[in-house]
């Protein structure tokens, strides 16, 4: 059996390609949209990808599977698990196979079977791989967003994200029981999940790529709990905020996502063509870096610096699906990797592109910034409104005295809480979420926006903080 991990750092995604050397058969388990590196991994090894599956309908990228078994000609595997609201809609125009608990299916000599995980989502499944050539037990289990290194999958997305009132717990109560069953299992088996560190589908996720089941009983929290009830509360406390496009992942995802020789390419943004799209209020966003975009920008964009490794997700916070969006890259040889993140979240509707060069003519305009010491010397906190726009936790564990909590994907429903007559601050934990936060505010016409460009290390101790 040969086994291959790939990691998207910026979606903090793993999927996994597990294939025969024997029959050359290999199968690809939860792939990203971009399926180059399959295509490429699996001729690298002598294989052809013959299946295509995934542990269950996405909510923070979209799913690959629909476009590899395209490009392949490879069976696709999809869950008939869960009620019929979350259930694939597409499977049958692309003559999927449905498979459910305890169905078993081949890739050579490698056994995959079927277990019902629900929890993160009612339809998630886990596959328990068996090399049947070198053994008769299973060595591990793909687990996707059920269990995770040191955590197990958050099960309030249908709620947060998707508008389903009253799932919330009934997930958790899922989840504790896809716990309990999974504890039986032999410690020895190879626990492979679908995130690490930095994904917003559970709260403490490890960094590390694997581990063990016997591991996870021993550290992981959510084996820790014999109590239905304790459990279900420390599941659901803590979580980190759902980004707003996690419901149209869903969506999509559930649908069949677009095949991306579909999806139009897009074109050069020129100063009149932004002008009407500024007033046409439609979404332009400037990738540029936090400095060069203080220093000169276009009013009415929104900077999210392509520095960050996650900077997509934060996109997803803000982006309409239903109208076009344009960029402003920091050169055009970036432009197919700005395309390429941008798609991964599911954004096919980039109509335009520029780069500041190529806006002249526009107009350009500064970002006050300022410093904690600035802040301690010049502003009374009456006269001056800080926003906090870190996560709640964050914010719990330390903040600024007298700062307003308001995470940054939350602002433009805030709004109303945000004064127009006095200077607002935008703060976070380094400087670049509320350089986000301080573009935002700008683009609905307030004026008086400032960003303390200092991090926590700095303004924690120049600033009362509780």
Request: overall charge negative; hydrophobic content about 40%.
């Amino acid at each position: 059996m040969l086994l291959k991990y790939f990691y998207d750092k910026e979606l903090a995604q793993a999927s996994y390609m597990a294939g025969c050397s024997a029959t050359g058969e290999a199968l690809i388990i939860d792939p990203s949209r971009d399926i180059a590196p399959y295509i490429a991994a699996a001729k690298a090894e002598g294989l052809r990808i013959t299946h295509v599956t995934e542990t269950h309908i996405h909510a923070d990228y979209v799913s690959g599977s629909r476009e590899l078994a395209k490009a392949t000609g490879a069976k696709l595997y999809l869950s008939d698990m869960g009620d019929d609201d979350w259930k694939y809609t597409y499977a049958k125009s692309d003559d999927a196979i449905l498979v459910g608990d305890g169905d078993r299916f081949m890739v050579g000599n490698v056994r995959l079977e079927v277990m019902h995980t629900p929890g993160h989502t009612p339809e998630h499944i886990s596959f328990i791989f068996t090399d049947t050539a070198a053994a008769d037990e299973p060595m591990g289990i793909f687990t996707g967003d059920f269990v995770f290194v040191g955590d197990v999958g958050r099960p309030d997305l249908l709620e947060e994200a998707a508008g389903m009132v009253g799932t919330r717990e009934v997930g958790a109560r899922q989840q504790f029981h896809s716990v309990q069953r999974i504890k039986d299992m032999p410690d020895y088996l190879q626990i492979l999940p679908g995130h690490g560190a930095g994904s917003a589908c559970g709260k403490a996720l490890g960094a590390l790529p694997s581990s063990t089941l016997g591991y996870e009983k021993r550290f992981n929290p959510a084996f820790q709990f014999e109590d239905e009830d304790q459990f279900v509360a420390w599941l659901l406390d803590g979580q980190p905020e759902a980004p707003r496009y996690f419901a149209h992942m869903k969506k999509v995802n559930k649908e069949g996502p677009a095949l991306l020789d579909d999806i139009a390419k897009p074109t050069a943004l020129t100063p009149a063509l932004l002008q009407n799209a500024l007033e046409n209020n439609e979404l332009v966003i400037d990738f540029r870096n936090k400095e060069d975009y203080a220093t000169s920008h276009i009013q009415g964009t929104i900077n999210v610096p392509a520095t960050s490794t996650n900077f997509s997700t934060y996109v997803g916070w803000f982006v309409d699906y239903e109208t076009p969006m344009h960029i402003i890259a920091p050169d055009e040889t970036s432009v197919p990797r700005l395309l390429k993140s941008l798609q991964a979240i599911g954004v096919d509707n980039v109509q335009r592109y520029a780069t500041l060069d190529m806006l002249t003519d526009a107009g350009t305009d500064a970002l006050p910034l300022t410093t904690a010491a600035d802040i301690s010397q010049q502003f009374s906190m009456d006269d001056v409104m800080i926003i906090d726009v870190r996560g709640k936790s964050e914010y719990d564990n330390q903040h600024i005295i007298g700062a307003q909590h308001i995470p940054l994907g939350f602002l433009p429903r805030h709004l109303d809480m945000i004064p127009k007559d006095k200077p607002v601050i935008t703060q976070c934990a380094s400087g670049y979420r509320s350089q986000i936060a301080a573009s935002v505010l700008r683009r609905y016409g307030y004026d008086n926006v400032v960003n303390l460009v200092d991090g926590e290390s700095v303004w924690s101790k120049t600033l009362a903080t509780e």
